[in-house]
């Protein structure tokens, strides 16, 4: 049977979405993470009026979570035909230029039950924003520094480094609502990130990186695999050409950044939210040929 992405997004419905990362309240107030990585923090005002009829809703699109999307692109590069898909193809020509943020897989769910339908959204379209008495804050993407840069094809073998500035890494996102009161504050910061290639001779393995990582220094006297072994170093290798025997032009990976989240309402205990990831896509082509990185003199 003829394996799609409709199908491999099926398996992910029934198999069910993980938790939201954390949830909590005071009495006057509650925050919580949407499987898509959103916290919503609501102040209860009084309540007024009564019940109208309530309706259901029959037809919605579901996000995927970040380790979901992950999963999917790790199928996909050990299956030649997920890879011809539509979705596939299209997810590709946005990733032309060898990196790419704020784009998310959705499905459909009609009754209860996933139609088929999938699609990319871009997520940069969900900002942060702030009602009466709500609040939505929207994580920002972490544009990281990747060396050899995500468009360029590199050599079997080659160490590809993977980090971040300090000004990028020390981000802290930090928003307050106030209504009826009461004054609710949420703060996140990104505390890891996590590497896989997409190349499917590595597929399970991801690189964990507990810090913001060590850029390569081309003024470094150290060769490149000689600076990938430091310890704050964050690279891997890719292990597979492209472009050849049935391969796409490049494999498709992500790096996906996690974050902690927090909130208060009194400014002095703060309630833990917990861990919200956050994916980008690369996109690296890998050839059998003898260059390497080099060090300037």
């Known amino acids: ?10 398996a992910i419905w029934w198999f069910g979405a993980p938790p939201p990362a954390g949830a909590a309240g005071d009495g006057g107030a509650a925050s919580s993470v949407t ?3 959103r916290i919503i923090t ?21 996000t995927l979570s970040a380790s979901q999307f992950a999963y999917v692109l ?4 050990t299956r030649p035909d997920l890879g011809a898909t539509p979705i596939m193809e299209e997810l590709r020509a946005r990733i032309a230029g060898g990196y790419v943020d704020g784009i998310a897989l959705q499905y459909r769910v009609l009754d209860g039950r996933p139609t088929g339908e999938v699609r990319i959204i871009d997520t940069q379209q969900t900002t942060s924003s702030t009602w009466s008495r709500q609040m939505v804050t929207s994580l920002p993407a972490l544009r990281p520094t990747i060396t050899p840069p995500a468009s360029l094809t590199i050599p079997i073998g080659e160490p590809v480094f993977f980090s971040y500035t300090p000004d990028v890494w020390g981000q802290v996102v930090d928003r307050t609502l106030t209504a009826y009161g009461v004054t609710a504050r949420v703060r996140a910061w990104p ?6 290639s997409g190349d499917p001779a590595t597929v399970g393995r991801i690189l964990h990186c507990p810090g913001r990582g060590r850029p390569f220094d081309p003024r470094d006297p150290a060769s490149p695999p000689a600076q990938a072994r430091r310890a704050d170093s964050c690279t891997l290798i890719y292990r597979s050409g492209t472009g050849a025997f049935g391969r796409p032009d490049a494999w498709v990976g992500d790096i996906t950044v996690t974050w902690w ?5 009194d400014g002095r205990r703060w309630l833990p939210l917990g861990e919200i990831p956050k994916l980008s896509l690369i996109r690296r082509p890998v050839r059998e040929v003898l260059t390497d990185l080099e060090s300037a003199p």
């Open 1 to 10: 049977m003829r394996v799609t992405i409709a199908l491999l997004v099926a």
């Open 35 to 37: 499987g898509d990585g």
């Open 42 to 62: 609501t102040i209860f005002g009084p309540r007024t009026g009564g019940g109208g009829r309530s309706s259901t809703v029959r037809s919605y699109w579901v």
């Open 74 to 77: 790790q199928v996909v590069s």
């Open 191 to 196: 505390i890891r990130f996590d590497v896989r």
């Open 261 to 265: 989240a927090e909130w208060t309402t």
